[in-house]
């Protein structure tokens, strides 16, 4: 079987596929890419199954060595390829011998890289995906430097279906951190004042963000009401407002209930490009038309 | 409407995002109705029952008409299906059965007698992959969570937080009050190649059976 080895995991690089929806009743997270269109956009360039697997890297991106000849494509944040020495393009299929080492730099724009290898990543797959959890402890722990990844099968790649896969890609990139939202369901629990704000303020992501969700700095969004909302389920792209006033987008990792009001849902656009927010940045959010 | 006059088990359906509808309940008993009937009535990713609602996510088609459907459901009691019966066996020397007797100005042997005594169902889950809650305790012996969570509690322990009861299927942080753990001989409370991988799925009824360490 063919197999990768990671020579550089960075700061943090998990597998990663489109997670396990269909358990949050047993208390399961969804899990899966962070990035969504990301993962999709790389597992297309390198011809494999949406349900392919593939790594995700963070911030300072990854260094994987083919161990026998391979077919990789980076895509997500700006970052800079490398093959060996040589620049490497982005979003496009790129062809490794065995042995040869493709570094992902730290992205220019951008927080998450993702790495299909045609084939797909072989790791072990619990309740029917190969996505690491980081909240809830499900499939393969975080690479470490040194961790070699089987590779599973797949035909060769002919000159024309690689021109072809080339052709295709290219678009893509981190999207603007303009994000659209549907207010609610929680929003009567914030004071009208809060919702004005909330729409109309610039918020900060914090260094403290991760797989879970996408902290935010800026105004204080105050409730309109004291007590204990009981807790109920939560979706993918929820802005939860804990009692500190400080919202929280909800990415992959997210548990699957919660007990804090959710003041408006990031729609799936959105929650790709929070997804690829750097601490720093500003985050604004413009409700859906419509429903309003 | 019910029969009676009183509202039906729908009280409110509010849109969540583009793709999702939280149902309310009326009561917490009406949780597992609207669970079952949104199972057999709706195509959806999710459902997902907790506390007072029953989130439907991934819902196929237009979720906005979905939701004035479901404000006019008629729900029969038959729809809640009860599930099967699991028997836990449990060594009760908690660390805050003390406490809980306090709190319920009864004797620690008073507590366990309760607590062997009662027929749990799990109502949801949450916090971790195979954690129920569980309910069927009477109102008056909910507890608060410890003031002062546990940084880590052992796989297995029984707790009590709130109105419910729950297991720790794995170790982890947390603030419920222990009153004791599982025996060895118990049924493994998740294993991921088994289905469904939770033990105390929603609906699963549940008895505690005291056995000495």
């Known amino acids: 079987m063919s197999a990768i080895r990671i020579e550089r995991a960075g700061a943090l690089t998990t597998v990663q596929d489109r ?3 269909g358990y949050a009743h047993l208390g399961v997270p969804r899990s899966g890419a962070a990035d969504l269109p990301a993962l999709d956009q790389a597992n297309a360039l390198v011809g494999n199954r949406v349900d392919a697997a593939v790594l995700e890297a963070t911030a300072t991106g990854v260094a994987v060595r083919a161990l026998a000849d391979a077919v990789v494509a980076v895509t997500g944040a700006d970052a800079p390829v490398w093959v060996g020495s040589v620049p490497a393009p982005l979003r496009a299929p790129i062809r490794l011998a065995a042995g040869q080492v493709m570094e992902v730099g730290s992205p220019d724009r951008g927080w998450r890289s993702y790495v299909a290898v045609r084939g797909g990543i072989g790791a072990e797959p619990v309740l029917g995906s190969r996505a690491t959890d980081l909240l809830s402890g499900l499939g393969p722990a975080p690479l470490r430097d040194g961790d070699e990844l089987p590779v599973l099968a797949a035909t060769p790649l002919g000159e ?5 896969l080339r052709a295709s890609g290219a678009q893509g990139g981190p999207g603007a951190l303009d994000l659209t939202v549907t207010l609610g369901p929680r929003e009567d629990w914030f004071r009208a004042s809060a919702v004005e704000a909330f729409l109309s303020s610039a918020f900060t992501a914090t260094g403290d963000s991760n797989r879970v969700g996408l902290r935010l700095d800026g105004p204080v969004l105050e409730r309109a009401r004291d007590g204990e909302l009981a807790s109920e389920g939560m979706v993918l792209g929820a802005v939860q407002v804990p009692p500190s006033g400080k919202p929280v987008i909800f990415l ?5 209930t919660g007990g804090y009001p959710v003041i408006a849902v990031v729609d799936s656009v959105g929650v790709a490009a929070a997804a690829q927010a750097r601490p720093g940045e500003s985050v604004r959010f413009r409700v859906h038309a ?3 | 409407m019910r029969a009676d006059g009183s509202t039906g088990p729908v009280t409110r359906v509010r849109r969540v995002g583009e793709h999702a509808l939280l149902i309310e309940a009326a009561s917490e008993a009406d949780v597992a109705a609207i669970t079952a009937a949104a199972r057999e009535r709706l195509e959806a990713t999710d459902v ?8 439907i996510d991934g819902i196929r088609g237009d979720a906005a008409a979905h939701a004035s459907d479901i404000e006019a459901w008629s729900i029969g009691p038959t729809d809640a299906q009860s599930g099967p019966l699991v028997e836990l066996p449990v060594v009760f020397d908690g660390e805050d059965l003390d406490h809980v007797a306090r709190l319920w100005g009864a004797s620690g042997e008073a507590v ?3 607590m ?3 027929e749990f169902a799990v109502a949801f889950c949450g916090f971790a992959p195979g954690f129920g809650y569980l309910t069927g305790l009477p109102p008056d012996l909910a507890v608060p969570r410890r ?3 546990r940084t880590r509690v052992p796989a297995g322990s029984v707790g009590l937080a709130g109105p419910y009861a729950g297991v720790y299927p794995r170790e982890s942080p947390g603030g419920w009050q222990l009153l004791g753990r599982l025996a060895a001989a118990a049924p493994r409370l998740w294993d991921t190649h088994r289905e469904p991988p939770a033990l105390l799925a929603p609906g699963t009824r549940v008895r505690f059976v005291q056995v000495r360490a």
């Open chain 1, 19 to 21: 997670g396990r929806p």
């Open chain 1, 160 to 164: 024309r279906d690689f021109a072809a």
């Open chain 1, 252 to 256: 992959a990792d997210h548990p699957v």
């Open chain 1, 290 to 292: 419509g429903s309003r």
């Open chain 2, 48 to 55: 997902v029952p907790a506390a007072r609602s029953v989130l």
């Open chain 2, 112 to 114: 366990v007698a309760q």
């Open chain 2, 116 to 118: 062997v005594g009662v």
């Open chain 2, 147 to 149: 003031a002062d969570p």
